[in-house]
């Protein structure tokens, strides 16, 4: 049941810290403040690239995947929505890795794409939230999530379940290419342990989010910006609200803004940025001051130096725990899908089962 929620939405959404916590404490031991999982079965050494293909919300979380491997593990990485993937007979190396992430595992493009990469001689790993699936029963390692199951149409939990797996992943295949040394390994360990109670403190920023909520329910259109790494958290974020909102909203990446989106700009169309301060921070906060110049109402996620230098430009802030940047768009996935909640609440909408919508997308 909905254990007294309003809907499932929002008890998944509280479920968030848990299904951090779960996630990793089958694949780090908090002694060592080491990652823990399930031997390879291939030489991360060896892999000359990684291909990650999911759809929606998983596609995402690959994004996010993706800068992850590239940095801390020095692998190259492919990434693409599976209905594209599918078809575009790309090239694949030899000795290649490819990464699946589906919460259901049943979904048609990305199994599609499993059995397509199988034959083309990838070794193919999968995250999955049910492990008992047609991709789970096919693939050469299953990385689960451990988010329980998931009931509102929209993803909430299994979004930083899989985040999780992915972050413990890249640590793993880093170590295993000698591209962080131990001390390293053990303060990005550190820092995801940490996610879940870090996770909590957002349901105290509750009321900030509404008051963003308010801005966004009376629009047409919102843009939502991010850079770097949280620029998927932007997506995740523009799709959560167009989902169970009926808001048209679009994500960029801050700095494409000037290269076109940003002739949309006026009163009527507010800007929500994903903005930690991190070595980007400056970069984002000049195109948000871009965006305010011509009219522009900025809505922020920060944490406590950001609000301090988006004084004066964001009319609403939520100011998030400080976290390190590697964990960021983990904890900002959190504030991002209740505000798309928040919403679909003032617009009385249908939260657990969007129109045209289905959980598990099991044809083409
Ligand atoms: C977004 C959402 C969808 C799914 C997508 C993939 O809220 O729920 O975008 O993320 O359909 O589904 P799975 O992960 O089951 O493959």
Same mark, same amino acid.
Request: charged fraction near 25%; hydrophobic fraction near 45%; glycine fraction near 6%.
């Given at each position: ?214 801005? /966004? #329910? !009376?629009?047409?259109? %919102? =843009? ?7 620029? &998927? @958290?932007? +997506? ?76 004066? /430009? #964001? !009319?609403?802030?939520? %100011? =998030? ?7 960021? &768009? @983990?904890? +900002? ?32």
């Amino acid at each position: 049941g909905k254990d007294g929620y309003r809907h499932y939405m929002e008890k998944e959404l509280h479920e968030h810290p848990v299904a951090i916590g779960q996630t990793l404490q089958r694949i780090t031991d908090p002694a060592s403040k080491t990652i823990t999982l399930p031997k390879m079965p291939f030489d991360p050494a060896q892999v000359p690239r990684v291909t990650i293909t999911a759809c929606g919300s998983a596609f995402y979380a690959g994004m996010v995947g993706r800068y992850w491997l590239e940095s801390l593990a020095r692998v190259p990485v492919e990434i693409d929505v599976a209905s594209e993937m599918r078809y575009r007979d790309a090239p694949q190396p030899d000795k290649g890795v490819a990464l699946l992430i589906s919460q259901s595992g049943e979904t048609a493009d990305t199994l599609g794409v499993l059995r397509s990469l199988k034959k083309a001689g990838q070794s193919i790993v999968s995250v999955l939230n049910v492990e008992h699936s047609t991709m789970g029963r096919e693939s050469d390692l299953v990385l689960g999530m451990v988010a329980g199951p998931e009931i509102s149409v929209a993803s909430t939990k299994a979004f930083t379940a899989q985040l999780s797996v992915l972050a413990a992943l890249s640590i793993d295949f880093a170590r295993a290419r000698g591209t962080i040394d131990k001390t390293r390994e053990e303060s990005l360990t550190a820092n995801l342990l940490d996610l879940p109670s870090r996770a909590a403190e957002v349901f105290t920023r509750v009321e900030a989010i509404q008051a963003m909520a308010r801005v /966004i #329910a !009376e629009a047409r259109d %919102v =843009l939502y910006l991010g850079r770097g790494i949280c620029t &998927p @958290i932007a +997506y995740e974020g523009a799709l959560k609200l167009k989902e169970i909102s009926y808001i048209h909203a679009e994500a960029y990446a801050a700095g494409e803004l000037k290269h076109g989106p940003i002739s949309l700009i006026d009163r009527t169309v507010p800007v929500v940025a994903i903005a930690p301060s991190t070595i980007l921070f400056d970069k984002t906060l000049s195109n948000l001051q871009e965006a305010k110049a011509r009219g522009g109402r900025i809505l922020a996620f920060t944490d406590a130096a950001g609000a301090k230098r988006l004084e004066g /430009i #964001a !009319e609403h802030i939520v %100011v =998030l725990p400080d976290v390190d940047a590697f964990v960021a &768009p @983990i904890l +900002y996935a959190i504030p991002v899908q209740i505000l798309a909640y928040e919403v679909a609440l003032l617009k009385g909408t249908d939260v657990d089962q969007p129109r045209n919508l289905a959980k598990s997308v099991t044809v083409e």
